[in-house]
């Protein structure tokens, strides 16, 4: 786990429940020094509601999941971040409970067709129907993303299933009560707090006839052409730069030089722009890595359609190539990460490159990489352009 680690603990004031519950969190993920009122609050409301088999998604690090796994026969939790997935299941193990945690995109349809499946669940069965979905939306989570996340796991409802979503004004309050109204007709509000709802509709008959072909995130594909190559892109809402190829990204590409025989990783990929490029461009072994599986979804959806091979993976920093060696890194950083992160991720970068190999990173040109490159012998621009540096470090 890159970045800093903080540690929470809980008092629970109920019976039939632990004391104290404990959390570790950690830079990145959302409200990682607090517990998040929405999440309280869902656990509040569904701690005294009969609820068999419960399904969670976008759990963060596992709040509202472990929660009420003390009032429920089975919990489980889904994710699109490899980082809140590991700390889910981190929460889950020191607290005492049972759960199956999914990483997940939470867009059902990168094709574009409109035969949605049931979403499937690795490690839930598909014959596990869930008695309710408990939703708090992360803060940032774009509208039509929160909506479709709703849509993709009320489908593995059980008949006369319900879902709990909690939200604000400022989180997309009235938005998913329109969507819950126009799926199930009717919806309440059953518990309110610091501006805080919880909305409960209730979906009558089979959950599944009524979402399996809805679609709200949009899936967006453009073209673009780099340094003389032409490439086709695909993102969703969410994901960095989703309707138009980032000028840095650009810059770092056409500054590559990427050469035949070489390995290369594509570090923090997004929907994958370098990497495709970089295989595009050379006869190269590629690798991309991200810890969104959103992003990495549409990395996987722009090699198809450019028809280009690479290994895409999901996982929080280096974790997921860390056997691997590579001759050349690209790497355009989360700007919003913090320097522990930023230390954490380039400093692993070191133990990825083989001899001789070289960092290639893409930063705004008022931001000072150095400290976090202090384990390179040697760190220079070697491109610039509008806002964008480009550096080397070996």
């Known amino acids: 786990m890159i970045g800093h680690r903080y540690d929470l603990a809980l008092e629970s004031r109920v019976e ?23 999440e309280l609050l869902l ?7 009969d609820v068999d088999r419960l399904l969670v998604p976008g759990a963060n690090y596992g709040v509202v999941g472990v929660l009420l796994a003390a009032s429920t026969d089975y919990v489980a939790m889904t994710e699109s971040s490899a980082r809140a997935a590991t700390l889910c299941e981190r929460n889950a193990a020191a607290n005492g409970v049972e759960t199956d945690v999914t990483l997940t995109a939470g867009v059902t349809e990168l094709e574009g067709t409109a035969d949605t499946e049931v979403l ?33 796991v009320a489908s593995r409802l059980a008949p006369g299933g319900r879902v709990y979503v909690t939200a604000a004004k400022h989180t997309g309050l009235a938005r998913y009560e329109t969507l819950l ?11 309110s707090r610091e501006g805080f709802q919880v909305l409960r509709a209730a979906v009558p008959g089979n959950p599944a006839k009524g979402f399996e072909s809805r679609m709200w995130a949009n899936v967006r594909e453009f073209d673009v052409t780099v340094d003389g190559i032409d490439l086709s892109l695909v993102s969703v809402p969410g994901v960095f730069s989703v309707s138009e190829l980032d000028a840095g990204t650009r810059l770092l590409a056409e500054s590559a030089e990427v050469s035949d025989g ?56 280096l974790r997921g190539v860390a056997a691997e060696s590579y001759d050349r890194v690209l790497c355009n950083p989360p700007t919003h990460a913090t320097d522990e992160v930023l230390n954490g991720l380039f400093g692993g970068v070191r133990d990825v490159l083989r001899s001789g190999g070289e960092l290639l990173a893409v930063h705004h040109g008022e931001l000072d990489l150095r400290p976090q490159l202090s384990a390179f012998e040697t760190v220079e621009a070697v491109a610039a352009g509008g806002e964008h540096v480009v550096i080397r470090a070996r």
């Open 16 to 38: 039939d429940a632990r004391p104290e519950y404990v959390f570790e969190t950690a830079d990145g993920v959302c409200s990682k020094q607090s517990f998040r009122t929405p």
């Open 43 to 49: 656990a509040d409301v569904l701690w005294s509601t």
């Open 120 to 152: 499937q669940l690795p490690g839930v069965p598909d014959e596990r129907r869930f008695d309710a979905v408990a939703y708090a939306p992360k803060p940032y989570t774009p509208l039509d993303v929160g909506g479709q996340r709703i849509l993709d």
């Open 181 to 191: 109204e126009d799926v199930a007709g009717d919806v309440e509000s059953v518990g």
């Open 262 to 317: 070489e390995r290369v990783l594509d570090l923090c990929c997004g929907y994958g722009a370098l990497g495709t490029y970089a295989a595009s461009a050379a006869d190269c072994e590629v690798w991309l890595t991200d810890d969104d599986r959103m992003a990495t979804a549409c990395a996987e959806r722009v090699l198809e359609v450019n028809d280009v091979e690479a290994s895409v993976v999901t996982a929080d920093g």
